[in-house]
């Protein structure tokens, strides 16, 4: 409750678009989980009640997936930020939904190690816009 929860207009719609062409959709209501815990109950919660969950980080997708077009519980990972694990051997990091790129490189600077913008060419980004995803077969 309290902070960590809201149906308040302004931040349903803040929560329902992204950057893409889309139409705003906003959730019912929006959570701020802070643990995996929490997510974990919010998620059972969810299923047993059959309500869409729509997980959302800084809203700067280009796809719709933070639109929730039937409505549902928006997650908002943000507050879920800790960087957990660095081997510099493996050039692995464990962090958690809210680790931004910039906060990610800020805490790397000094490693020799950074985390760059992801690109793509032009025949993935025709692929992407095709509706194949990052992992899908759309094309």
């Not at 893409?20 to 989980?33: E, F, I, N, Q, T």
Request: charged share 15%; net charge negative; hydrophobic share 35%.
């Amino acid at each position: 409750g309290g902070p960590n929860v809201s149906t308040a207009t302004a931040v349903r719609e803040q929560h329902g678009h992204d950057e893409s062409m889309h139409d705003c959709a906003p959730p019912d209501a929006v959570v701020w989980p802070q643990a995996v815990e929490q997510v974990q109950e919010l998620a059972a919660l969810c299923h047993r009640c059959r309500v869409p969950m729509v997980p959302f980080g800084t809203g700067t997708g280009l796809e719709g997936g933070v639109n929730a077009v039937q409505g549902g519980i928006c997650f908002n990972l943000s507050r879920m930020d800790a960087i957990t694990e660095l081997s510099l051997e493996d050039f692995s990091v464990m962090v958690e939904p809210g680790v931004t790129r910039k906060a990610l490189n800020s805490y790397l600077r000094g490693t020799g190690l950074w985390f760059p913008v992801g690109t793509v060419g032009a025949g993935e980004q025709q692929r992407r816009a095709r509706g194949g995803g990052t992992g899908g077969a759309g094309g």
